[in-house]
């Protein structure tokens, strides 16, 4: 039997900053692969929380990712990609003001990042998150 590996001893959240700052100014999301989640509220990530949960590897980073989620006009959009079409009718339901995205810089592996993403998702169960729910993993759920 393989042991499980804890994806929390690699993966280190930024604190969490408001949409609204985000839309204005995109320089402030950095252009490393990794992790971002985004939250209906600024406190501490815990499971029941989180919205949605997402990873990049793309060249750009993850503030390449977020020009899906980001676009300054959400009925503009463009993407048939599930998570973001969630986040887009969110910021036009509630507001910029109200959702709170952080991120975490890791560069490892296609395979690996997916995996932790899995678990993270798993863990936090990302509310608009569907894909991984049931996926096997080899890193811990907790």
Do not use: C
């Amino acid at each position: 039997m393989t042991a499980r590996m804890d994806w929390q001893q690699w993966v280190r959240f930024n604190p969490p900053r408001r949409l609204s700052v985000l839309t204005s100014n995109k320089l402030l999301i950095p252009d490393y692969e990794g992790f971002y989640i985004f939250t209906d509220r600024p406190g501490p990530l815990k499971p029941g929380n989180v919205l949605y949960v997402g990873e990049t590897g793309m060249r750009g980073g993850i503030r390449a990712r977020m020009g899906t989620y980001l676009i300054p006009d959400p009925k503009q959009t463009k993407t048939s990609h599930k998570g973001a079409l969630f986040i887009l009718a969110t910021r036009l339901k509630q507001g910029d003001d109200t959702l709170w995205l952080r991120w975490a810089g890791i560069e490892i592996d296609r395979q690996t990042r997916q995996q932790i993403e899995t678990a993270m998702i798993q863990h936090y169960r990302g509310a608009f998150n569907s894909r991984q729910t049931g996926a096997s993993t080899s890193f811990d759920t907790f």
